[in-house]
Each structure stands twice: as C-alpha cells, then as structure tokens.
C-alpha cells in the first residue's frame, strides 16, 4: 500500500511553530512518511529544541521519517570541520548568533542587536561549543529524497533550461543551493518539493491578472510540477507543510 507523505520547510529554529504545525497533522501509519526539507536551524529562538524534537520523531516513531540536510547545515558543517566561514557566521541576517546562543544557553538575542565582541569570538571557535552529536547528525542527513509521490531536495536541481538533472545523475551543491529563476519557470517532470527560497521571491508570472491580485505572498507556492514550501519562518513568515498525494497544505499562522 502507497502511504502518504507529509512535507515541512524550511523551520529554522522555530519550535513552537513546527509543534504547532504537527498538531494539525492526522495520525500517521505506519505505511506513511514524514520528511523534512532542512534548515532546522538559525535565526529562531529554538534551533537546539528544533533538532532535539527531530531527532525524537526519528527515534521514536512508527511511520518512516526522512530529514533532508539544508544549506545551513551544510555550512555548519564546513565551519566546525574545515575553517569558520565568517561571511555566514557574522552577518545578523543568518541568524548564527541566534543558533549559538540556543546550544549554549544564553537569552535571545533582539533582532536588531548582535553579539557582544568576545561573544563573537566564542561563536567563531565552533569546535568549542557546537555538539559533536549533532555534527554527526548534520553530515548523516541525505541531500534528496524520492517516492511515488515526488522528488524532495532542500534547493533545487542541477542542470539548465530543458536539461534539470534527477539528484542521482546531477551535482550535489545544486541540491542544497541552487536559486536559478530558470528552474522556477521551466521546470517539466516528476513533481518536485522543495525549500530554501522564500516563496515571497519566487515568480508569479504563471498566475493570471486576477490570481495575482488575489494571491497570497505569504501561501505555498505552486507552478505546474513545482511546490515551494518556504514560507519564511525564522523571517517574520511562517511554517508551511503539504500532504501527498492529497495536496492538502498545513500553516502553522
């Protein structure tokens, strides 16, 4: 039996939505599969809690559970093990100050304010403060996924304009990256879900004059064979999932 699949985006430390979200699901069966798109952390007040209830689910349920990895974890990835990558560590809009002070325990910080200096250099000393436990659980997250019902990856495709590659013949970064306006509005196959771009930033130009002026920027985002679920939580937005085959969508607002 094909069971249902149920897709979340994008969370970013947002554990009160992404509770608030699973609330709203039915009881999933055994034959069912509840898969992540990534981006479990940064600029939320939870990134730590995010994690912890993923990796419970994981442990605990009785349906199948997929959590793809997302860009930010793939960065934090290459800061703990290779070098700290300032360019994403520092800048307030990322939100590593706010996953930072999750794990260690300090208060939120307000959303107009960064760090204190020797707060900083802590930050950027990864190793001296990011688990090892969670690091393993970064690096074990696959980049796709595939079933009946669709392909899921964190960003997009490899590939250009009538040529987009399925994730087992493409390259991997495209997987975690990839923000070609190309693949939005050319895209023709097997459905694809996918996060990492806003829907906010996404093309629109498929909807006709009336869909446009009744359409929602804040809604899940879907063209043709196309479903973008970043509905901006950690960014003033919210937490959007979908259900498959049925197409039914879930909001956590």
């Avoid at 659980?137 to 796709?144: G, L, Q």
């Avoid at 804040?218 to 959007?240: C, F, M, P, Q, Y």
Wanted: charged residues 30%; proline residues 7%.
């Amino acid at each position: 039996m094909v069971g249902r699949t149920f897709v979340i985006g994008d969370i970013h430390g947002e554990l009160a939505m992404l509770d608030q979200l699973l609330g709203q699901f039915p009881e999933l069966e055994p034959e069912d599969t509840l898969l992540f798109l990534g981006d479990y952390v940064d600029r939320g007040p939870d990134s730590r809690g995010v994690v912890a209830r993923v990796r419970e689910i994981e442990a605990t349920a009785k349906h199948k559970v997929v959590a793809l990895r997302g860009n930010h974890e793939d960065l934090w990835i290459d800061c703990y093990e290779r070098t700290p990558h300032l360019g994403f560590l520092l800048p307030r809009a990322n939100g590593c100050p706010d996953t930072y002070r999750s794990f260690v325990g300090g208060e939120r910080l307000p959303l107009d304010s960064g760090l204190p200096h020797d707060e900083i250099a802590q930050m950027c000393n990864v190793r001296g403060w990011f688990p090892a436990d969670v690091l393993e659980w970064f690096k074990a997250r696959p980049c796709w996924y595939e079933d009946e019902h669709a392909i899921y990856v964190h960003a997009g495709l490899d590939g250009d304009v009538d040529d987009w590659k399925h994730p087992r013949d493409g390259r991997e970064p495209p997987l975690l990256w990839m923000r070609e306006i190309s693949f939005y509005r050319t895209y023709r196959g097997k459905r694809v879900i996918f996060g990492h771009t806003p829907v906010t930033e996404l093309p629109i130009d498929h909807l006709g004059l009336i869909s446009r002026w009744l359409d929602d920027p804040g809604d899940v985002w879907e063209r043709g064979d196309l479903i973008g679920l970043d509905t901006g939580a950690g960014k003033g937005g919210h937490l959007s999932a979908i259900e498959l085959p049925s197409g039914r969508i879930y909001e956590g607002r």
